[in-house]
């Protein structure tokens, strides 16, 4: 499976029907990871609660927040665990209000590397046990359920440091009996057959991970689908492919989930999270049609066609009829994106698939090409935002006031005046 780094990977947890405990599907594409847990449902109708743990690769971009708030809107999980975030709590303050949990633990980072963070909702309880630049381990309390236990680890990408986490993760084991799973991006294979490609893994560094995962009673719970989701992003006989991310748990743990499954998938099965446009909204012109030649072309057909002079009603007339074209123009349009974005995912899905590395600059093209589909589908939802997150805005109640009256205010074409001053 040819991985990419701006991608991400999740678990998606279902609750089965007239069952007390759920599975777990796995999304696994690139550096970047993203997983989804649950809990049984003990009484009344089948519910999920979820949890994402996103190693984010820095949370500065846009499009690494977008990913992040697209998932967020998508699966509504109340636990959300992010590692990589190089961000401070400042930072990671704006982002919890922008992703509108209630409360959050956050671990700054240090210079351009590090930092956590938990987000989480107010219908469940949090109560942090201990932290460190590697970790946050919690435990949850959801209403009328026992308490589990949530680890969000990150082991050391550096060899030299890489006893350091197997000596953190036993203290760990031994801190607490409730039913635990830790989940993150351990950066370590288990055995050679996780890893294609490169030289090969060193046997004592996995005897010590094996051996660390023994001695606290953890166990890798194992996946369905492809294998590799992380890769070093090379071609030819330089590309190397790993299996990093996983969730080992312990006992407690597989007695409370017995039927607990992680499934390997495509970081873009995750579908777009914006509603659809209500019927009956007054006409406005999008910024992402000023890209598209269609919408040129009309434009010029009026304007060309119409019976244009001075007269007000003439050109009143043409902005009228421009209007009604492009209303009519818009949802073909629409319709026309989202098939185009479902094909650019299917072929990236399918670039993707199995074990088989293809060269990651075909896996860049397809990527690059998704890309722009998206940025022009968040032209279009950007521009129906509820509230302006620009930079000036955030800082500048002022700004951020007149922003908002202007939005109530119709604009409206009072009058026209000639080149004599009429």
Not at 133 to 157: A, C, L, M, S
Not at 238 to 246: A, G, K, N, P, T
Not at 354 to 362: A, E, F, N, R, T
Not at 383 to 395: C, E, I, M, S
């Amino acid at each position: 499976m040819a991985l990419v780094d701006s991608l991400a990977c999740d678990m998606e947890v279902k609750a089965l029907p007239n069952s007390k405990v759920l599975e777990v599907d796995e999304v696994g594409l690139g550096n970047k990871t993203l997983y989804v847990i649950g809990r049984p449902v003990f009484t009344g109708q089948p519910t999920i609660m979820k949890t994402f743990v996103w190693n984010a690769r820095g949370l500065g971009s846009t499009r690494a927040f977008n990913i992040l708030r697209s998932h967020k809107q998508e699966t509504k999980p109340e636990l959300m665990f992010l590692m990589e975030t190089k961000c401070d709590n400042v930072k990671m303050e704006k982002w919890r209000v922008q992703l509108g949990y209630s409360s959050k633990l956050a671990v700054n980072n240090i210079g351009r590397s590090g930092g956590l963070c938990i987000f989480w909702d107010e219908i469940i309880d949090v109560t942090l046990l201990t932290f460190s630049q590697e970790h946050i381990d919690v435990t949850i309390k959801e209403k009328d359920r026992q308490h589990w236990r949530f680890t969000g680890f990150y082991g050391y990408p550096d060899r030299s440091q890489r006893h350091h986490p197997w000596t953190l993760l036993r203290r760990l084991a031994g801190m607490s009996c409730l039913p635990w799973v830790c989940m993150g991006d351990l950066n370590e294979v288990l055995c050679e057959d996780e890893k294609l490609g490169g030289s090969d893994k060193r046997w004592k560094e996995m005897s010590d991970f094996r051996e660390a995962l023994e001695d606290a009673n953890l166990e890798d719970m194992g996946f369905i689908g492809a294998k590799f989701k992380w890769s070093n992003k090379r071609d030819g006989a330089s590309y190397v492919l790993e299996r990093l991310d996983r969730g080992p748990c312990n006992k407690g743990f597989r007695s409370l989930c017995p039927r607990f499954v992680i499934r390997h998938m495509e970081f873009w099965d995750a579908t777009n999270v914006y509603n659809p446009v209500k019927k009956g909204i007054r006409f406005f012109f999008e910024e992402c049609w000023t890209e598209d030649i269609e919408c040129k072309e009309i434009v010029d057909s009026v304007w060309r066609d119409g019976s244009y002079n001075c007269k007000i009603q003439s050109v009143l007339n043409n902005i009228d009829r421009c209007g009604r074209l492009l209303n009519d123009w818009n949802p073909r349009k629409r319709k026309h994106l989202r098939q185009n974005l479902h094909a650019k995912r299917e072929a990236l899905r399918k670039a993707c698939k199995g074990d088989v590395p293809i060269p990651w600059k075909d896996i860049k093209l397809l990527e690059s090409r998704l890309d722009e589909v998206l940025e022009t589908e968040e032209r279009y939802w950007k521009q129906r935002a509820k509230v302006d997150w620009l930079q000036k805005g955030d800082r500048n109640t002022r700004f951020f006031h007149s922003k908002a009256s202007a939005r109530r205010a119709r604009n409206r074409i009072h009058g026209l005046i000639d080149e004599g001053g009429t």
